[in-house]
């Protein structure tokens, strides 16, 4: 949906003004190579931004700081933040007007977990490691709820919430998981077929937090993977004494690079595709509101359809 966002703004906007996009859309080189050549432009930082321009958020999410200064330079925001992430941000909200202290588990300099923080600072402390709960200042046990980053390992996050149970038996849960269900379906396929496998590939790129969970899944069942971005980066000695390659891909791995791969190795290493396995991920998302507010505002148009 993130990319989809970037795409028609890009179209809307032709020639006629640049688009910026704060941080990465996603965490992938093709994609975000794919849209900088399209015109996007890719910042860090809102203040490098020409005032009045337009800018998209990025899937994981910002804080209540960046669009406010967002809003200070006059920028019109499109809010491409991924709704499982954006249901995170509205659960940290929820408990910090409760009262309630609350435990972000998840790797405090990815771009997700800053921009949840950024909801509520003083209430919000970070867990990266079960080492991190011996640092912890909690003031009342029985008003203390966890969430979680995304695309953490179930693994990983599994171990760390055990630990905080053990430590705060009072601690709450999340209303609902906040793992993302297309992370958690993936890693659940790699654990278990990862074990017949002799090695492992992981389509995505080595900023992508999910895509390296999944290599490091891997490796827990005993299984050799290595993470690439595409066909280019293949090592022949991968496969040495190898018969069953396992191929997987990080949720923001566009479906080409993975076709790639496969047409790539039946016709160099005579493979044969035994089979594919399919989720019904049974969820689809909207187009955020704010860039419908925006086609509108600027009688543009959505993929051929008045806005």
């Known amino acids: 949906m993130a990319v ?16 910026y996009v704060y941080h990465e859309i996603v965490h992938n080189r093709h994609v975000v190579n794919r849209l900088q050549e399209r015109g996007a432009s890719f910042v860090e930082s809102i203040e490098e931004i020409p005032k009045h321009s337009v800018v998209v958020f990025s899937a994981h999410g910002v804080s209540p ?25 509205a659960e940290a909200i929820r408990y910090a007007k409760r009262g309630w202290q609350i435990l972000l588990i998840g790797h ?31 003031n ?36 609902t998981d ?36 999944l290599t490091e899944i891997s490796e827990s069942v005993g299984t050799t993977a290595h993470l690439l971005d595409d066909v280019s980066e293949l090592d ?8 069953l390659v396992l191929i997987t891909a990080g949720a923001s791995a566009p479906e080409h690079l993975v076709l790639e791969l496969i047409e790539h190795l039946t016709t160099n290493f005579h493979g044969e595709l035994e089979g594919e396995s399919t989720f019904d991920e049974g ?22 359809e008045k806005a």
Not at 4 to 19: P, R
Not at 65 to 89: F, G, N, Y
Not at 111 to 137: M, R, Y
Not at 196 to 205: C, F, K, N, R, Y
């Open 283 to 304: 969820m689809t998302f909207s187009m955020p509101a704010s860039l419908n507010a925006f086609m509108q505002t600027n009688d543009m148009t959505i993929e051929g």
């Open 108 to 138: 405090k300099n990815h771009q997700e977990v800053i921009g949840t923080q950024g909801e509520a600072p003083n209430e919000i402390q970070i867990v990266e490691t079960t080492a991190d709960i011996a640092l912890l200042q909690i």
């Open 236 to 243: 022949p000695t991968w496969f040495t004494g190898a018969n």
């Open 178 to 213: 906040d793992i993302c269900y297309a992370t958690t379906e993936r890693q659940n396929a790699v654990r278990e077929d990862a074990k017949e496998a002799d090695v492992v590939l992981v389509v995505g790129s080595k900023n992508s937090s999910n895509s390296v969970r």
């Open 65 to 89: 700081k960046v669009k406010q200064l967002a809003k200070e330079r006059s920028l019109r925001c499109i809010d491409a933040t991924c709704p499982l992430v954006t249901k995170v941000h």
């Open 140 to 175: 009342d046990p029985s008003k203390l709820v966890y969430l979680t980053q995304t695309t953490l390992s179930t693994d990983d996050a599994e171990i760390i919430i055990s630990e905080l149970q053990k430590t705060f038996p009072e601690i709450h849960a999340p209303p």
């Open 4 to 19: 989809d966002i970037v795409d028609q703004l890009l179209d809307a906007l032709g020639d006629n003004e640049t688009l």
